[in-house]
């Protein structure tokens, strides 16, 4: 993956942050819905996300292969007042905690190939809390006719149904594709093709018999 974490430091070495310093439209209403508790994201690149909820209380870890994404986020955190746990390493690569750590996971824009997609959303999910929320926004195949950034790799891009049998053991609370226009910053801007995921591990019953 070295190449690829030199594409991402190269894209964020900039003094400007490549999406914004505000959290993605849909994260941010999910989250706010949320009681405040431990929240793991993955791929988070410059911190926008983790710095929104480190504000909100959460506990954040943030996971990127990037250094200069943690850079970047480590200086938007010390703005804000906040502290974001940010490890550098590759997802496929990750030592995930203990199954049911999170009561939150985010993946906002974290585009992987196919097996490694897999085996990241399998890992995310069993690392859920009983009730807990998986939250993903992701370009779509209907993208590549589009100027609003993302992958230009098909296999790279996510159809719902795809996101559906990677997430099978939770509860599926919404999973469409939607047509919205992104103002994230300067690489993410314009009419998109994006894929909305809204996910909860299911709590033990609590019925007797």
């Known amino acids: 993956m070295t190449h690829a974490a030199d594409f991402w430091d190269a894209r964020y070495e900039a003094e400007a942050y490549a999406y914004g310093t ?16 431990r929240l793991l994201l993955l791929a988070e ?43 550098v390493a590759d997802l496929t690569d990750l030592a995930w905690q203990r199954p049911g750590y999170y009561d939150a996971i985010g993946l ?9 997609r ?7 999910a069993a690392s859920l809390a009983p009730g807990g929320h998986l939250v993903l926004e992701a370009f779509t195949p209907r993208q590549l006719g589009l100027a609003s950034g993302g992958p230009r790799e098909a296999e790279l891009l996510y159809e719902p149904a795809q996101l559906a049998t990677d997430f099978a053991g939770l509860s599926l609370l919404e999973n469409e594709e939607r047509r919205l226009v992104l103002h994230e910053g300067s690489f993410h801007a314009g009419p998109a093709s994006v894929v909305r995921l809204l996910a909860q591990r299911p709590a033990p019953s609590t019925l007797s018999v």
């Open 45 to 87: 690149g410059e911190g926008r996300n983790a710095v929104y909820a480190a504000r909100q209380g959460w506990q954040v870890t943030a996971v990127d292969f990037s250094d200069e994404g943690r850079a970047k986020t480590q200086r938007l955190a010390a703005t804000q007042g906040v502290r974001v746990d940010y490890q």
């Open 108 to 116: 906002i824009y974290a585009h992987l190939p196919l097996d490694d």
């Open 118 to 124: 897999q085996a990241v959303h399998t890992a995310a």
């Open 22 to 37: 505000e959290p993605n439209a849909y994260f941010r209403r999910q989250l706010d819905a949320l009681q405040p508790g």
